[in-house]
């Protein structure tokens, strides 16, 4: 049963454009938020995070909502660059355990 | 500051064989945590340390996944006897306790096929 769901497995987008990737989870007890930024052949890189008693967190052309009636997160890339070609995971964590549950990843091209 | 490491980068195996990886975590992170990825799915939890001592192993698939972690500081993953379905990119992470900030740094994967 899969906690973290990132139901699009693809996303293609012009450069200059918006990129939305989209998160749903299905575990209330879920109170922190991590978005991962994988490149081929390398390890999944922090992006931003987000806490559950915040909605919003922004750093630079990357922001995180939450919605936490609706048990989604999503992540916004705005102005979209070609760099920013990759497959971003979503990650959910429960304080006090120390487990990222992950979903399946979304991969991002950004269209010159 | 040197980042997660991980030995090897790639390595072939066949059914029925022993292979140990090795993840050396960013120095003073007392979390150490190792994580899988099939082929197109999600990045699987398997363990968590802290320090040397396992904290949850909830996602070890089986008892022929053996993880250490002497003296808190390097982890070895030892797989035996490797089975088909092992395949996948094993990643290690790493983080420390530190309050208002809980992400996890990981290494740049293993890639372990097993034939």
């Known amino acids: 049963d899969q906690q973290v769901k990132q139901n699009s497995p693809s996303l293609s987008v012009q450069e200059g454009r918006i990129s939305i990737l989209n998160c749903d989870y299905t575990?209330?007890?879920?109170?922190?938020f991590l978005w991962y930024k994988k490149y081929p052949a390398e390890g999944p890189t922090f992006l931003i995070s987000?806490?559950?008693?915040?909605d919003k967190n922004e750093d630079g052309r990357f922001t995180v909502f939450l919605n936490k009636s609706a048990k989604h997160l999503s992540l916004h890339i705005v102005p979209s660059q070609p760099g920013d070609s990759a497959v971003y995971f979503c990650?959910?964590?429960?304080?006090?355990?120390?487990?990222?549950?992950f979903g399946t990843g979304t991969r991002l091209k950004v269209l010159a | 500051e040197a980042g997660v490491t991980q030995f090897p980068s790639h390595s072939v195996i066949e059914k029925g064989q022993t292979v140990t990886l090795r993840c050396d975590p960013i120095?003073?992170?007392?979390?150490l945590y190792w994580y899988r990825r099939v082929m197109g799915k999600e990045i699987k939890f398997l363990l968590h340390f802290v320090k040397e001592s396992k904290q949850d192993e909830s996602g070890m698939p089986n008892n022929r996944f053996l993880a250490e972690r002497t003296g808190g500081t390097y982890s070895t993953l030892k797989v035996q006897p490797a089975e088909l379905e092992d395949s996948g990119v094993y990643f290690c992470?790493?983080?420390?306790?530190?309050?208002?900030?809980?992400?996890?740094?990981f290494g740049q994967g293993t890639r372990l096929t097993v034939v």
């Open positions: 992470a790493s983080s420390q306790f530190r309050k208002g900030t809980t992400e996890a740094f």
């Open positions: 987000i806490s559950s008693i915040k």
């Open positions: 575990n209330s007890m879920f109170d922190y």
């Open positions: 990650a959910a964590l429960r304080s006090g355990t120390y487990k990222y549950i």
């Open positions: 120095s003073g992170h007392d979390n």
